[in-house]
């Protein structure tokens, strides 16, 4: 009693005389052995001035779970683990629901739950809440390994939130990576790609390169010149342009990983809305492009591609797509081969 402090009265029923009456709450230093480990901490607690010597304080449940909330984080900080509210922050940084971190990070759902409120983490759990306190990377690679953890559209949403987070670590790296985890699995070059790698590089200036001389460049019609380019290219010296990998689309050839691709930070995509008001993404020239990216060859192909389709519209490269036996020869969502891609008619 003389080591606890008064922290204010209240006028409630009091649970040891049982009449409405003022309690004092107050607060002490208590010792209390968790893990083995004795640790010592704030504990709060009412105190009744009517009430024998012996029995005069009292906790709500609500006070007994803070006070054991504060011993757990008493240990954890002799123990140099992040305290509860430490993993609040890290979840609320990702702006993510404990199921949902519980998840990312493949424990089961109720883990993170009860590490906020009951129980002490392991370390192994502590050191993967350390990875992803302020690394939206790690968060992200986290979110690829249990994917499969996420029911539906659920992973797509985390994942939009992790992304937000990334401000202040490189879009850029991370737009590229998000494209380039969309070609894990084209690690080789082959008639799918043209039998060249994925390179960014020389997408960003192909498109930028494109914007530069089509006025009005949509993303429609950017898949259709980016695939004529490749395959032109592929027809004249049997190898493609961007290592892009493309599939059989009602609207023609669309690249695998091409809402990634639009995101490339390098590329100047601006949402604008038509005259029904669709969104549609306008394409324009990239300010400070490098170009000596693309070989003289490249861009002569580029040129070609350009000098034939920049004054068609969306739906008329559409239409010219269609006749192609890239297009005649594949089913819906197939892979165009390259070796079809190289039969498309002269220009
Ligand atoms: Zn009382």
Same mark, same amino acid.
């Given at each position: 009693?003389?080591?606890?402090? =008064?922290?204010?009265?209240?006028?409630?029923? /009091?649970?040891?005389?049982?009449?409405?009456?003022?309690? %004092?709450?107050?607060?002490?230093?208590?010792?209390?052995?968790?893990?083995?480990?004795?640790?010592? !901490?704030? *504990?709060?607690?009412?105190? /009744?001035?009517?009430?024998?010597?012996?029995?005069?304080?009292? %906790?709500? &449940?609500?006070?007994?779970?803070?006070? @054991? $909330? #504060?011993?757990? #984080?008493?240990?954890?900080?002799?123990? &140099?683990?992040?305290?509860?509210?430490?993993?609040?922050?890290?979840?609320?940084?990702? &702006?993510?629901?404990?199921?949902?971190?519980?998840?990312?990070?493949?424990?089961?759902?109720?883990?993170?739950?009860?590490?906020?409120?009951?129980?002490?983490?392991?370390?192994?759990?502590?050191?993967?809440?350390? @990875?992803?306190?302020?690394?939206?990377?790690?968060?992200?690679?986290?979110?690829?390994?249990?994917?499969?953890?996420?029911?539906?559209?659920?992973?797509?949403?985390?994942?939009?939130?992790?992304?937000?987070?990334?401000?202040? !670590?490189?879009? *850029?790296?991370?737009?590229?990576?998000? $494209?380039?985890?969309?070609?894990?699995?084209?690690?080789?070059?082959?008639?799918?790609?043209?039998?060249?790698?994925?390179?960014?590089?020389?997408?960003?200036?192909?498109?930028?390169?494109?914007?530069?001389?089509?006025?009005? =460049?949509?993303?429609?019609?950017?898949?259709?010149?980016?695939?004529?380019?490749?395959?032109?290219?592929?027809?004249? /010296?049997?190898?493609?342009?961007?290592?892009?990998?493309?599939?059989?689309?009602?609207?023609?050839?669309?690249?695998?990983?091409? !809402?990634? =691709?639009?995101?490339?930070?390098?590329?100047?995509?601006?949402? *604008?809305?038509? $005259?029904?008001?669709?969104?549609? @993404?306008?394409?324009?020239?990239?300010?400070?492009? #490098? !170009?000596?990216?693309?070989?003289?060859?490249?861009?002569?192909?580029?040129?070609?591609?350009?000098?034939?389709?920049?004054?068609?519209?969306?739906?008329?490269?559409?239409?010219?797509?269609? *006749?192609?036996?890239?297009?005649?020869?594949?089913?819906?969502?197939?892979?165009?081969?390259?070796? =079809?891609?190289?039969?498309?008619?002269?220009?």
């Amino acid at each position: 009693m003389e080591t606890s402090t =008064l922290i204010k009265k209240v006028h409630m029923n /009091c649970p040891l005389c049982d009449k409405m009456h003022e309690v %004092e709450e107050r607060t002490r230093l208590a010792t209390i052995a968790l893990k083995g480990d004795k640790v010592t !901490y704030e *504990e709060r607690f009412y105190f /009744c001035a009517n009430a024998d010597d012996d029995e005069n304080e009292f %906790e709500t &449940g609500l006070m007994t779970n803070e006070n @054991l $909330l #504060n011993a757990r #984080n008493a240990y954890r900080i002799k123990h &140099g683990l992040l305290t509860s509210n430490e993993i609040v922050d890290i979840r609320e940084s990702y &702006g993510l629901s404990q199921v949902d971190l519980a998840r990312l990070l493949g424990w089961g759902e109720a883990t993170i739950s009860r590490y906020e409120s009951k129980a002490i983490q392991d370390e192994a759990y502590d050191t993967m809440l350390r @990875l992803i306190k302020d690394n939206p990377l790690q968060a992200l690679e986290f979110l690829k390994k249990n994917a499969d953890k996420f029911p539906g559209l659920k992973r797509v949403e985390v994942k939009s939130k992790i992304v937000e987070k990334l401000d202040s !670590y490189g879009k *850029e790296y991370l737009t590229r990576q998000a $494209l380039e985890g969309e070609y894990a699995s084209f690690e080789e070059p082959c008639d799918s790609n043209g039998f060249v790698l994925l390179d960014i590089d020389k997408l960003e200036a192909a498109i930028s390169y494109i914007a530069e001389n089509v006025s009005n =460049l949509f993303k429609v019609k950017l898949m259709k010149m980016l695939w004529y380019a490749d395959a032109l290219s592929y027809k004249k /010296c049997g190898l493609a342009i961007t290592g892009l990998v493309y599939r059989h689309n009602e609207m023609g050839a669309l690249p695998i990983g091409h !809402y990634s =691709l639009m995101n490339l930070e390098k590329l100047d995509v601006r949402e *604008e809305i038509s $005259l029904n008001y669709d969104t549609m @993404l306008h394409v324009y020239p990239s300010e400070g492009m #490098n !170009y000596d990216v693309l070989s003289n060859k490249e861009k002569a192909v580029l040129d070609s591609v350009i000098k034939k389709f920049k004054n068609y519209k969306a739906q008329e490269i559409v239409n010219y797509m269609h *006749e192609e036996k890239a297009y005649t020869g594949t089913n819906p969502g197939e892979i165009i081969p390259f070796s =079809l891609a190289k039969e498309i008619r002269d220009f």
